[in-house]
């Protein structure tokens, strides 16, 4: 999978992209991450980028022109690229499906904005979708892109060493996890649940299904248990 991200902040990625899954991904050909930066598409004196909004009003609006030349250039580049996502607090809130859905595309592009926002027709004329990490404002598309990434790369096939541990995890079947122990099993005489210690595989599966239906109900209500993913390559 190719995954473009457009920012004017290339600096802010190398460390998150350059370790762990990401970082594995990268190394084992299943994921190429390319980093283009708006600013090197700015056609004006100083290399603006942003300017005043139309109608008056505090912030700057980022430009269509750096961006829809930046991006029609590095689409022309290489194979076709299946969704433009726009970061914006008012996009599709990212959720497990969405990262499902993502993780299925050959090539998408990532556009992080900053500033009060984007030139309107970037929304209705380039993005294709606009895709939100969460009820909250970051200073920019940025770190939303990283959460973007994340959620998505660890969901493309070969990522994962071990192809269970996408089906076991929190939201995979929308439920939360179930609590994980690791030795000493008395740990300062906190203890390990006896039935992990069992041996009896049956009844630890169905203990953890216990907790993980009890631990959504408690904590989050909002959520109706039940595969929510049609993920083909499970
Ligand atoms: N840019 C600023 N805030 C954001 C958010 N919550 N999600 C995605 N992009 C953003």
Request: charged share 25%.
């Amino acid at each position: 999978m190719r995954i473009d991200v457009m920012t004017l902040f290339p600096g802010m990625f190398p460390g998150v992209f350059g370790e762990s899954i990401i970082k594995r991904a990268s190394e084992k050909g299943l994921l190429d991450i390319q980093l283009t930066n708006i600013r090197d598409y700015a056609r004006n004196k100083h290399d603006n980028v942003d300017d005043s909004p139309y109608g008056g009003g505090p912030g700057m609006v980022l430009m269509c022109q750096p961006i829809f030349d930046a991006v029609e250039a590095v689409c022309s580049q290489g194979q076709t690229v299946d969704e433009i996502v726009l970061l914006t607090p008012q996009g599709r809130p990212l959720d497990q499906q969405l990262a499902q859905e993502l993780s299925q595309k050959k090539r998408i592009m990532l556009i992080a904005g900053h500033y009060e926002g984007f030139d309107e027709r970037i929304r209705t004329n380039l993005a294709t979708m606009e895709v939100s990490v969460g009820d909250y404002i970051l200073s920019g598309g940025e770190i939303a892109a990283m959460v973007v990434v994340d959620a998505v790369t660890r969901l493309i096939p070969g990522v994962l060493g071990d192809e269970q541990s996408n089906v076991d995890e929190s939201f995979s079947e929308n439920l939360l996890e179930y609590p994980h122990y690791t030795r000493p099993a008395d740990f300062r005489g906190l203890h390990v649940p006896d039935v992990l210690l069992s041996g009896n595989h049956a009844m630890i599966d169905q203990w953890r299904r216990e907790q993980a239906h009890k631990r959504t109900q408690e904590r989050r209500p909002d959520i109706r248990p039940g595969n929510m993913n049609n993920n083909e390559t499970r």
